[in-house]
């Protein structure tokens, strides 16, 4: 079972698609941890994608094509996948749409000003990719992981001209590929201005049927 999570900035995928994941069982993958994870091992792909990312770029298809199909058939992903930030633009789509089907697509709709306003106050755990909101979501104890005790800390790519530079590229490119799963029949648009619970609920309605038993 493949399901796509789509939407700007801000608009709870990561966070929806861990929660999917607890509860059905699937496997939740995020393209942006993925790389942030190659960024901070110094490996080959991370000294080649870690630039483009700090100014909130797209990184080459070739690099998320091979990590996605990796992930995709690997036995972390047999009981499925949640896969949040892929595709995002019309030449990974069409390499995507060519190797993989899709179960379920969600878009997660918010607004600009509330996308903006949940990134400025997210917090991130730099060893764990753990996310937090100062606002919506806080830690046990400020400031610190409550997996991982370290000092939690704000994305490079959250300072506002790279998340003003991130949601152009959502909406010229990510956004219009919702035609696809439309056509597809599999879309489902799920207003996220609501709590995190909330919108959890109304994904999780869609999914009833595959609730870890
Ligand atoms: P990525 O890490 O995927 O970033 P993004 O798409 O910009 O999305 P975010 O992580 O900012 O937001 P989110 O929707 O997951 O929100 P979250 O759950 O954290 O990608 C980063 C970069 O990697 C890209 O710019 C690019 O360079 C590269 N990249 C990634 N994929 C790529 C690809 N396919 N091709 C090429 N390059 C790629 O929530 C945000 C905050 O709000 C949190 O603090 C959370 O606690 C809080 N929150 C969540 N839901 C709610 C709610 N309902 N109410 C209140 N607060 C909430």
């Known amino acids: 079972m493949i399901v796509i999570i789509f939407g700007p900035q801000g608009s709870g995928k990561g966070t929806q698609a861990e ?7 699937m496997l939740a993958f995020s393209m942006g941890d993925a790389l942030r994870h ?4 110094k490996t080959a792909i991370g000294m080649q994608v870690e630039s483009i990312m700090v100014k909130g770029e797209l990184v080459p298809p070739q690099i998320t094509n091979d990590i996605l199909s990796k992930v995709v058939n ?3 992903a047999e009981k499925g996948i949640i896969i949040d930030g892929y ?10 749409s060519k190797n993989f089907h899709t179960d379920y697509a969600f878009e997660l709709d918010l607004s600009e000003e509330e996308s903006i306003k949940r990134i400025s106050t997210r917090r991130v755990c730099p060893k764990c990719s753990h996310n937090y909101n100062i606002v919506s979501l806080t830690p046990k104890v400020e400031g610190k992981c409550d997996m991982c005790q370290v000092d939690l800390e704000q994305r490079e790519d959250d ?3 790279e998340v003003k530079r991130r949601l152009e590229i959502y909406n010229k490119n990510t956004l219009p590929m919702k035609e ?9 648009i799920i207003d996220s201005s609501g709590s995190i619970e ?6 999780m309605d869609v999914l009833k049927g595959v609730l870890k038993n």
């Open 198 to 203: 909330e919108v959890n609920n109304k994904i």
């Open 38 to 41: 190659e960024v901070h091992q």
């Open 87 to 96: 595709p995002r633009n019309q030449e990974q789509l069409e390499f995507y």
């Open 19 to 25: 929660l999917i994941a607890q509860k059905t069982g």
């Open 180 to 188: 696809y799963y439309e056509k597809l029949g599999v879309l489902h």
């Open 74 to 76: 690997s036995p972390a």
């Open 159 to 161: 300072k506002p001209a």
